[in-house]
């Protein structure tokens, strides 16, 4: 046996090994995704008034429609709702003056202000808003979410439990019209959804998700604000480990909220997944690498290839299929969805493995049109094109 074939062999050897291990991680989650989501959500004991922050920035598909579900809350205590922009032009602002149509007895405050912090736009748009968020109970939700009518009662049941200091939400995604989108949502509901429910069912993850970030007043000024923050790409990660460090809990209520899929260029989609892949690689190397487990397709159809055919590898691509279907299948009964899309399946599980190679390249990350480096603490500095 030369060298050359000692060299295939073991590939498809460890290949092999990295299949069987993905599938097995497939059937786990495709158990406790139906599971995290069959728990009872807990009803708040009271109903404290409740300011929503909402930073705005640019038009989305269906922008009024998500700002829209928030006015539409069955909360029986009062809300503010507060939208920032930077910019007093900013089209994001027609959307809100629509929804004060819709919602004329809606408490809707409108902040524009210019001031920058650091890169992280976004919170600076946040501190800009909160001197006039009158409330002691903060929920800080993205633009490009929706939730259902009793989304604030099971979020404020949930921050009213011992120990907690701030909730948080795992959320599906709802594609635009058009074949990105749709890969996008693929991505968020069979791959992202179910390592959220294997992290969490396993204490392998610490997660805290930007779109919805609920905490009392006091619990956001023992972390010292959200100014720390402004240099972090994935801030939201950043806050959830200062609530922690203070010996709170961040707790995550089984369901899910739904996050718009915007992407409607292959290049979009791409440097979105390697914005956070990359940024996932800096703040958390050894749990990136062990994210590669979760490609059985492509490391059985790789095995398959350096086996040269072999009569044993042939079962492994159908098995590592026939699991992923299970999943989707698993998860879209779990979010009360349709099931459709089976064929982009198989699609996305090769562009994600090609994505999780690439984001070894480089720490570099394009975050709405300028090129930035993510450091070891997933810090945000100005990068030069490579």
Same mark, same amino acid.
């Given at each position: 046996?030369?060298?050359? *074939? ?5 590939l ?6 990295a299949?069987? +291990?993905?599938?097995? /991680? ?8 139906g599971?995290f ?35 539409? &809350?069955?909360?029986?205590?009062p809300?503010? /709702?507060?939208?920032?922009? *930077? ?18 007895r809606?408490?809707?405050?409108v902040?524009?202000?210019a001031r920058? /912090? ?7 748009? +946040? ?7 009158? *409330? ?6 993205d ?7 009793? /989304?604030?009662?099971c ?8 120990? =907690? ?9 709802q ?26 069912a ?53 369901? !899910? ?10 290049a ?14 800096r ?18 159809l790789?095995?398959?290839a ?6 044993? !590898? ?22 009360? &969805? ?12 090769l =562009? ?5 190679? !690439?984001?070894f ?13 993510v ?12």
């Amino acid at each position: 046996m030369n060298a050359a *074939h000692l060299a295939a062999v073991t590939l498809a050897y460890a290949c092999a090994a990295a299949a069987v +291990i993905g599938i097995v /991680y497939s059937v786990l989650a495709s158990a406790l995704i139906g599971r995290f989501f069959a728990k009872r959500v807990d009803e708040p004991a009271s109903y404290p008034p409740v300011s929503i922050v909402k930073p705005l920035h640019g038009t989305e598909w269906t922008l009024l429609d998500n700002l829209a579900s928030f006015c539409a &809350q069955d909360y029986p205590g009062p809300v503010q /709702y507060l939208f920032g922009v *930077h910019d007093s032009d900013d089209p994001a602002l027609q959307a809100v003056e629509q929804l004060r149509r819709l919602h004329p007895r809606a408490d809707i405050t409108v902040v524009a202000d210019a001031r920058l /912090y650091g890169p992280n736009r976004k919170i600076s748009n +946040i501190l800009n808003m909160l001197p006039h968020a009158r *409330h002691d109970v903060l929920v800080f939700a993205d633009s490009d979410v929706s939730v259902a009518p009793d /989304y604030l009662r099971c979020v404020v049941g949930a921050l009213q439990k011992p120990g =907690v200091g701030l909730v948080t939400c795992a959320y599906r995604g709802q594609p635009d019209p058009g074949f990105w989108p749709r890969l996008s949502a693929i991505a968020t509901n069979y791959q992202f959804l179910p390592g959220v429910v294997i992290g969490l069912a396993f204490g392998l993850a610490r997660p805290c998700f930007g779109q919805t970030i609920a905490m009392r007043r006091d619990t956001y000024e023992r972390i010292g604000g959200f100014g720390p923050f402004a240099r972090h790409l994935a801030e939201d990660y950043a806050i959830g480990e200062a609530v922690r460090a203070l010996g709170e809990e961040v707790a995550i209520p089984p369901f !899910a909220i739904a996050h718009a899929c915007v992407e409607t260029r292959a290049a979009q989609l791409v440097a979105h997944e390697l914005r956070w892949s990359r940024t996932i690689r800096r703040i958390n190397p050894l749990g990136h690498f062990g994210t590669a487990l979760v490609h059985p397709l492509p490391f059985a159809l790789l095995a398959l290839a350096f086996s040269a055919g072999a009569p044993w !590898a042939w079962p492994l691509p159908l098995t590592a299929f026939g699991a992923r279907l299970a999943l989707k299948w698993r998860t879209d009964r779990a979010l009360r &969805q349709r099931c459709r899309d089976l064929w982009l399946l198989p699609v996305w599980d090769l =562009v994600a493995f090609a994505i999780f190679v !690439a984001s070894f390249r480089s720490s570099r990350v394009i975050w709405r049109g300028f090129s930035f480096k993510v450091d070891g603490d997933g810090m945000l500095s100005a990068a030069r094109d490579e």
